[in-house]
């Protein structure tokens, strides 16, 4: 079987097992808060890293009070 | 809803007009994209070159010099190699001061057990004929100190050694490389749910070293198909989230691996091209850093340059790396058709944020649209994820199951990650009864 057939009997089995019990994980987000189950919508993850392994990462930009990017276009292309 | 009657091209890509460019045409867009680029990389040479930046409010803002110098010898040589008429031979001179000062030749005797990247520049721009006898050697020196293997490094950053390697003594890696791309993002799948960008990253610069950045033919570890799959799931995470600097990466792995660009892969480039229009050069996200408006003159052009280079430089090197030959326009959104109700059930099911991939997805003909049912599949995924919505995520992949579109990662992840929290709550919901009786 191909991988991608194997990832689609995945989701096959999942679908057909029918394990996932939606009143037992509304319970659950109930009484637990809804913020564990969900994940910060503004951010992609978190960067680790020392000045070498840097190399390639961006560097952080400070968005709070944000402006429009095209405000600095001068700046950025001289033009 | 769609906007299915507005055949438009997305905002700011009157250009090229998708499917109708000539060959000729696009690659004039994508040498125009890219000279944009080196543009930016002489300023940021003028105004970062010496010093780094210093001046960010929090510590991760700051860097040294030798970032933006390694970054822009990468511009330099992938420009170089693919669009030799994009103007990099004045950047190129200027750059060689800098990869080769005193502080350098310091940095490099220093720390032997990152001399490798430490000497990225140098390199980069021995490899283009801007050769130095005397910086190679002390190189040769440090490379061969007891201390060369003391900094441990994760495997995509092992490649990128290997990589540098390779072209300072000008010989190809051999077997090696491809005993540590089994190890990396080329070997095996990341978490496309809820991986770091760290891991996100990681995907993305592993094809750049192991193919140096698309000139050599390796033998993958898997199927490119697969990589390219988990690929179109980062950049919809990235477009999402407004990243466009892991956008652009996550695009640059069809020319890297020289594959077709998917019609996701192609929206992606669309959506970057028409920001960057729009913008003016490509930011990397929806907003800029307000600390800008409180400085003037050369303070603020340094931190409009130090927060925005590395975007441009990635949009650059994107457009230089989509000129290889064999490459067809990154432009043109073309594949399976899917039924136009499952586009517009798709896209209900995502909430509008006002993230630039939804204006450019309005301004899509229907036959255009038509071909994005799996990154829009990708994107409600992502989304219903993030806001904890199981039971929109049960959906989406029985509408996948349905649909012949339950193939990828994304979706065999999603089934894995319910069946877990599945066997959790049910496993809490066990133990709670049997404690009540």
Request: charged letters at 20%; one cysteine or more; proline letters at 5%.
């Amino acid at each position: 079987m191909s991988n991608a057939a194997n990832r689609e009997e995945i989701v096959r089995k999942f679908l057909g097992s029918k394990v996932f019990d939606f009143n037992a994980f509304g319970k659950f987000v109930a009484e637990n808060g809804a913020s564990i189950a969900s994940a910060s919508e503004s951010e992609f993850g978190f960067v680790v890293g020392n000045r070498f392994i840097r190399y390639c990462i961006p560097p952080v930009v400070e968005v709070e009070q944000g402006i429009n990017p095209a405000a600095i276009r001068n700046e950025v292309t001289g033009r | 809803m769609p906007n299915l009657q507005d055949r438009t091209a997305a905002p700011g890509c009157n250009r090229i007009a998708a499917g109708a460019a000539n060959p000729a045409e696009v690659a004039q867009d994508l040498r125009r994209r890219l000279q944009l680029a080196v543009r930016i990389a002489e300023r940021t040479l003028q105004f970062l070159g010496k010093d780094g930046f210093d001046g960010a409010e929090v510590p991760d803002g700051n860097f040294a010099a030798e970032k933006p110098l390694a970054e822009t010898a990468m511009l330099l040589y992938v420009a170089a190699r693919y669009a030799p008429d994009a103007g990099t031979a004045a950047p190129l001179r200027d750059l060689v001061p800098y990869a080769r000062s005193e502080q350098m030749r310091w940095d490099v005797v220093r720390y032997p057990s990152v001399c490798l990247q430490l000497a990225t520049p140098h390199i980069l721009l021995s490899a283009l004929g801007h050769v130095d006898q005397d910086f190679d050697e002390l190189l040769a020196r440090s490379w061969s100190a007891s201390a060369r293997a003391g900094h441990e490094v994760v495997p995509y950053r092992e490649l990128e050694v290997l990589w540098l390697h390779a072209l300072w003594r000008r010989e190809r890696p051999g077997p090696v490389c491809e005993e540590i791309a089994r190890k990396t993002a080329l070997g095996n799948p990341i978490d496309l749910l809820n991986g770091t960008r760290d891991d996100a990253y990681a995907h993305t610069h592993a094809p750049m070293y192991a193919t140096n950045f698309g000139a050599w033919q390796v033998t993958l570890p898997r199927p490119s198909g697969e990589f390219l799959d988990e690929a179109g799931s980062v950049l919809a995470r990235a477009l999402v989230v407004e990243d466009y600097d892991l956008a652009g990466e996550a695009l640059m792995a069809w020319p890297l691996l020289s594959s077709h660009w998917s019609p996701a892969a192609a929206f992606g480039f669309r959506v970057l091209a028409s920001l960057e229009d729009k913008v003016g050069f490509l930011p990397a996200g929806r907003s800029a850093s307000g600390r800008i408006r409180r400085l003037n003159g050369h303070d603020k052009t340094r931190c409009a340059l130090a927060t925005s280079y590395h975007t441009a430089y990635v949009m650059g090197m994107l457009c230089a790396v989509s000129l290889k030959d064999g490459m067809a326009s990154p432009f043109d959104i073309a594949g399976a058709a899917y039924q136009m109700d499952l586009i517009e059930m798709l896209y209900a099911a995502i909430p509008r944020t006002g993230a630039h991939w939804e204006n450019a997805f309005q301004s899509l003909d229907a036959r255009e649209q038509m071909a994005l049912a799996p990154f829009l599949l990708d994107v409600a995924l992502i989304r219903s994820s993030r806001s904890g919505d199981a039971a929109r995520m049960v959906h989406l992949l029985q509408t996948a199951i349905t649909h012949g579109m339950a193939h990828t990662a994304l979706c065999s992840q999603s089934a894995e990650y319910l069946s877990r929290l599945g066997a959790m709550v049910d496993g809490r919901h066990t133990v709670s009864r049997l404690s009540r009786a």
